[in-house]
């Protein structure tokens, strides 16, 4: 039986390159270590939950899978993370552009408002684009922090 020297998953006589992660197998290879074997069964196990992680975070708390599973328990954080991290964007967006609102209104700049509430809006994309790589990683077995704000905090222990 021959697996994977990076994620552990097992893999059919004659491969030349896991299908998982891409790595190059090696001639004779290794049997693999229990933690990595683990971790990539784990992986597969709880793909869907962890993927739900990110657009429900709430889902693995109630459910508790967050404590059967440490690829759960990883994107249950990420997704936590990222749920607080758009709370926190929606509320300062909305107050900048109160204040804007206040001070362009009053000089009549109603074009350099328009201007300004543009881009503070563009800023939506950010919480978007962290949720599609969260995902994308969550569905290729990786626990790869989010950029930004994946590697700052850990709130799920």
């Known amino acids: 039986m ?3 020297s990076k994620c552990g998953i097992q893999l059919q006589e004659g491969t030349q390159y896991c299908p998982s992660c891409g790595t190059a197998v090696v001639a004779s290879p290794a049997q693999p270590s229990q933690q990595a074997a683990k971790q990539g069964s784990d992986a597969e ?14 889902i693995p708390l109630l459910t508790g899978d967050y404590k059967k599973s440490e690829f759960v328990k990883y994107h249950t954080n990420q997704g936590t993370i990222l749920f607080i991290a758009t709370i926190a964007l929606g509320v300062g967006i909305n107050i900048l552009q109160a204040i804007l609102r206040a001070i362009l209104f009053n000089v009549y700049a109603w074009a350099l408002y328009g201007v300004f509430n543009t881009v503070l809006s563009t800023l939506w994309f950010v919480p978007t684009v962290l949720l599609i790589l969260g995902v994308i990683n969550a569905v290729n077995g990786k626990t790869k922090p989010l950029p930004i704000i994946g590697d700052k905090f850990t709130i799920i222990k």
Do not use: T
């Open 45 to 58: 196990m709880n793909k869907g939950m962890a993927i739900i992680a990110y657009i429900l975070f709430f």
């Open 2 to 4: 021959n697996f994977c």
